[in-house]
């Protein structure tokens, strides 16, 4: 079963939504972000990750924009790791 999962980013935090409810986090709780080939990790400091998956994603072009702002304006450390592969 699909489920749609949206993501939304406002001005100091983003929400994640599904039909189980959303979560509300806030941008200085994100530790790192791995940016592979087709997903986008965000780490955060609890431990947890987001795992968004850009190929899936509407205008993935803007989201990885939108991504780089927000690492630079909190200083979240941002991995490229576009060209990581399975061994």
Not at 33 to 46: D, G, H, M
Request: net charge negative.
């Amino acid at each position: 079963m699909d489920e749609r999962t949206t993501t939304q980013f406002n001005t100091n935090s983003f929400t994640v939504a599904d039909s189980q409810g959303e979560s509300d986090i806030s941008y200085i709780e994100i530790e790192q972000i791995n940016e592979l080939a087709s997903y986008c990790f965000l780490k955060l400091k609890s431990g947890q990750s987001i795992i968004l998956p850009t190929y899936q994603v509407e205008n993935s072009e803007n989201i990885l924009i939108r991504l780089t702002a927000i690492a630079h304006d909190n200083s979240i450390e941002w991995k490229d790791e576009r060209e990581w592969t399975w061994k």
